[in-house]
């Protein structure tokens, strides 16, 4: 088994991840990024569309605070949320403004940032580029990594389970070092070849868990990869029960795609299959209410009325507008047989964030030496029990700065490598279909009884059912012959377990963790 050894290996190429290399690499470190895709257009980043909280005109570190801990339903990590609220604006200006010159929307008048409202927001503050503003910061901070000789990017390189002292030293004594990770066992989907990528720093930066739900407007690779690669290590993780549910997703049987809080934010209204509006019943902010609201708001409007979906209407603006503000979403509900301009959007509410994950304090550390979390993959107590719209980029950014800062500073006994165990592989060939079948339960299942509206009842069924599949998918692992199917399968039926109890562990109901009682 072949050896790679890097100062710092990231995992997952999204915002978060490209922030902490860049930060990092700076310092004159090796650093190596993994991802499991093919392509280099890679994690949830790309499809944010929306924007990126930055600073209103009459805005202040207090109101964003406010805002940030409203929506988060009382559940935040205050202190997490005032370095958010400190760092965060400056970060957008020095890294993505300033250093990577981001195309954002420029106000015609004055050449100053334009800014628009989100749900949630108490005043407009989020920066954005058209309805591209993920894809727009992905491709700029790509094209910087890029130029920097000292960083690795390897695609098709998918992490099998995190290199610990307990789990793959061969000296027996290190089991009463404190827990730590060394680097991570990473399967090279090209050749098929198993390699030990030894490291001084590990961050995990692998996005979502989206996938795991029916609806989703997550990417195929959003399978809670990290989450999992952590737990089985002994990580701590903590609020996996607050999925956030996006309130517009397109429904249509081609699949789900995100429409964007923004529509919202511009007066776009919610309609009945009646054509009535109907957010006045459930909040006073209407369709700008936080986003468990409006998502909850609308399902219950479904259920009601026995129908599959809901409608988004923005005809109160002009098709040259609407072609100028939202290409993307134009373009594509176009591609459809839907013009936006002339007739509402049919929508469902669908799996888009988690606000739990790996647990980690202010520079992105987890409770295993050596090992930090960023992105969605960490639990920072920023978002709460629910997340206010557009601070998950914002946080990758703050999290992604101060953890690439940190991971240069720290020695944590950083140059110990231990001798490791040989590597055992299955032979058996992957079945598809079974990988298929498996998903179909976990999606299943996570949807309808872990969804948007959770009862006692429905969450110890998913429980007894996911539990068998996972220890099924376990022993499927262990005898196949592994590629990027097997081990996103084996990652997301830990990750949907973990849910799962941690939902039952739940002392209320709070935010998008919504019981029924009774």
């Not at 990473?186 to 490291?199: D, K, Q, R, T």
Request: aromatic letters at 8%.
């Amino acid at each position: 088994m072949s050896q790679h050894k890097t100062d710092i290996l990231i995992i997952g190429l999204g915002l978060a991840g490209m922030t902490a290399a860049i930060t990092a690499a700076k310092s004159g470190k090796q650093v190596t990024i993994l991802t499991k895709t093919k392509s280099l257009i890679s994690g949830n980043t790309p499809w944010a569309q929306g924007g990126i909280v930055y600073k209103g005109l009459k805005d202040s570190q207090k109101k964003l605070k406010d805002d940030i801990l409203m929506a988060g339903a009382g559940h935040c990590w205050e202190e997490a949320v005032n370095h958010l609220c400190k760092h965060g604006p400056k970060l957008v200006k020095k890294i993505l403004i300033d250093t990577l010159q981001t195309p954002f929307t420029k106000n015609k008048n004055n050449n100053d940032m334009e800014r628009v409202s989100e749900g949630a927001h108490s005043r407009p503050r989020v920066i954005y580029d058209a309805d591209k503003t993920g894809k727009s910061i992905h491709k700029a901070a790509l094209e910087y990594l890029q130029t920097m000789s000292n960083v690795i990017i390897l695609t098709n390189h998918m992490a099998i389970d995190l290199l610990t002292f307990s789990h793959h030293s061969t000296v027996t004594t290190d089991i009463y070092k404190k827990p730590a990770c060394f680097g991570a066992m990473v399967l090279n989907n090209e050749s098929g070849e198993v390699i030990s990528f030894l490291a001084s720093k590990t961050i995990l930066a692998t996005g979502g868990v989206g996938q795991l739900f029916l609806h989703t407007t997550n990417p195929k690779e959003a399978t809670g990869d990290g989450i999992a690669m952590a737990w089985r290590a002994g990580a701590r993780c903590f609020n996996m029960h607050y999925i956030q549910f996006h309130p517009t997703a397109l429904y249509h049987p081609s699949g789900r795609f995100l429409i964007s809080e923004a529509l919202r934010g511009e007066g776009g209204k919610l309609l009945n299959q009646q054509g009535e509006e109907f957010m006045h019943y459930y909040h006073k902010y209407k369709e700008l209410a936080p986003r468990d609201i409006v998502s909850r708001s609308i399902h219950i409007e479904m259920l009601k009325q026995e129908t599959d979906c809901m409608f988004l209407d923005m005809s109160h603006k002009t098709e040259l507008w609407i072609q100028e503000r939202f290409p993307t979403i134009y373009n594509y509900c176009l591609s459809k047989g839907i013009n936006i301009s002339k007739e509402p959007i049919p929508i469902v509410p669908a799996a888009h964030y988690s606000c739990g994950g790996v647990g980690v304090n202010l520079v992105g550390k987890t409770s295993l030496k050596r090992l930090y979390a960023i992105g969605e993959t960490a639990c920072t107590g920023i978002h709460g029990a629910n997340r206010l719209a557009s601070t998950s980029l914002l946080e990758c950014l703050v999290w992604g700065y101060f953890t690439g800062k940190d991971a240069i500073e720290q020695k944590d006994d950083a140059d110990y490598f231990p001798p490791m165990h040989d590597w055992n592989i299955g032979e058996q060939k992957v079945d598809k279909a079974r990988i298929a079948q498996e998903w179909l339960t976990i999606k299943n299942t996570m949807w309808n009884l872990a969804g948007l509206i959770r009862s006692q009842d429905k969450l110890r069924s998913a429980y007894q059912i996911l539990r068998t599949l996972q220890s099924d998918v376990e022993q499927f692992y262990q005898n196949s012959r592994l590629d990027n199917n097997i081990l996103s399968l084996r990652n997301g039926a830990q990750t949907a377990l973990a849910i799962i109890s941690s939902a039952l562990e739940a002392r209320e109901s709070l935010g998008t963790h919504y019981v029924e009682r009774g």
